[in-house]
């Protein structure tokens, strides 16, 4: 069985954290450098890698955000302007040489740690492309929206685009 390794994403992570993105979801989902880097300069104790040698073979991107509504894709994150209410999980890919592991369970579950210490106990996130079911496992929920925040989200994130939020004691 090969030898994981979870530790902070760093600058010279993003080359690969961009393969690891196309390897996962092609072109309908990837976002430029610098909307990515926006997460984890916005909170970097809730960006990780999961690293087999030193190959990224998996990251999660998340960051405390000040609104109940998803920041946008594509766009890089403004500065920390208010006070953070919840831990927005941006996105979470496991490259295929990393895939039946259990790192996403193992990025999630640190970069959960991190946001219990920061004083978060709400979730949001939007799954696609099926990893509801997967989100649901972790104790994630439909959130309830209105028709048109849904269609707008759907419109952004695609037909199976799902707001789901889950909150902690």
């Given at each position: 069985m090969p030898e994981f390794a979870i530790r902070s994403i760093l600058a010279d992570d993003l080359p690969d954290i961009l393969a690891v993105q196309q390897a996962c979801y092609g072109d309908g989902f990837l976002e430029p450098g610098d909307a990515l880097a926006s997460r984890w300069a916005r909170s970097p104790a809730l960006c990780l890698v999961a690293l087999r040698g030193g190959e990224v073979v998996g990251y999660l991107l998340s960051h405390a955000w000040h609104a109940w509504t998803p920041p946008k894709l594509h766009v890089p994150l403004p500065v920390a302007d208010a006070a953070d209410v919840l831990w927005f999980v941006h996105d979470m890919a496991i490259a295929p040489a990393g895939r039946g592991q259990?790192?996403?369970?193992?990025?999630?579950?640190?970069?959960?740690?991190?946001?219990?210490?920061?004083?978060?106990?709400?979730?949001?996130?939007?799954?696609?492309?099926?990893?509801?079911?997967?989100?649901?496992?972790?104790?994630?929920?439909?959130?309830?929206?209105?028709?048109?925040a849904s269609a707008a989200l759907r419109a952004i994130y695609g037909t199976d685009a799902e707001l789901m939020e889950r909150a902690w004691p």
């Open positions: 259990r790192l996403g369970e193992q990025l999630y579950a640190m970069a959960l740690a991190s946001a219990h210490a920061q004083g978060l106990r709400h979730s949001r996130l939007v799954a696609v492309q099926g990893a509801d079911v997967f989100w649901r496992r972790l104790g994630y929920r439909s959130a309830e929206v209105d028709s048109a």
